[in-house]
């Protein structure tokens, strides 16, 4: 990973979308601190169907053990109404 400062990185713009292009991941520092990334288009779209992968619910999570046999009728909600209480 190459870190560039964001004053070089103006400066030589068209070199570090060359080497984020090519598959590099190029780190744009402010005052030493890393501030951005500059991934290519591939990696930029794979960060972002990870971040928008579905997640399944606890009950289907549970479900996929297979040590554990669990129906349906364990994670049934009751019917019955709560109980009242005074408050």
Do not use: W
């Not at 030589?12 to 951005?36: L, M, N, W, Y």
């Not at 997640?55 to 364990?74: G, T």
């Amino acid at each position: 990973m190459t870190e560039v400062s964001l004053k070089d990185a103006k400066s030589a713009f068209s070199s570090v979308v060359d080497q984020a292009a090519a598959g590099e991941f190029v780190t744009i520092t402010r005052h030493g601190k890393p501030a951005a990334v500059v991934v290519s288009l591939e990696a930029a779209e794979a960060a972002r169907a990870a971040l928008h992968k579905a997640k399944p619910s606890l009950i289907r999570y549970l479900q996929c053990f297979p040590d554990i046999d669990l129906d349906e009728e364990v994670f049934a909600r009751n019917p019955e109404r709560g109980r009242d209480v005074d408050l």
